[in-house]
Nanobody, 127 residues
Framework: QVQLVESGGGSVKSGGSLRLSCTVS????????MGWFRQAPGKERSFVAQITWRGTPRDYEDSVKGRFTISRNKTENTLYLQMNDLKPEDTAMYYC????????????????????WGQGTQVTVSS
């Protein structure tokens, strides 16, 4: 059974940091590309970052480059998003996602390229 469970969200002031975690279970996802997305109220879900099944960060949305870092611990089956220098515009529900295709690496910036999703964790940044 596939499960993705996020944690680590919270409320911080502008310039602060948070580290999101996503614990993954299920053979279909532990060896697949993964990503982080976010969705602010009234907006569509949007791409934040992607990491390959091998553990290599592949892509970041332009506004988070240099501030966010995606990583994964394959031994612990955990995906991370380290977020530094947070800004009010980063406020959103953050979701981890898994492509679900093992050992296949490709660019994945669209939500429909991911088969499995977590329930989300809220990040709120105040000015």
């Amino acid at each position: 059974q596939v499960q993705l469970v996020e944690s680590g969200g919270g409320s911080v002031k502008s310039g602060g940091s948070l580290r999101l975690s996503c614990t993954v279970s299920g053979r279909a996802v532990v060896a697949s590309d993964m990503g982080w997305f976010r969705q602010a109220p009234g907006k569509e879900r949007s791409f934040v970052a992607q990491i390959t099944w091998r553990g290599t960060p592949r892509d970041y949305e332009d506004s988070v480059k240099g501030r966010f870092t995606i990583s994964r611990n394959k031994t612990e089956n955990t995906l991370y998003l380290q977020m530094n220098d947070l800004k009010p515009e980063d406020t959103a529900m953050y979701y981890c996602a898994a492509a679900g295709t093992a050992y296949v690496q490709r660019e994945r910036r669209m939500p429909d390229q991911y088969a499995y999703w977590g329930q989300g964790t809220q990040v709120t940044v105040s000015s």
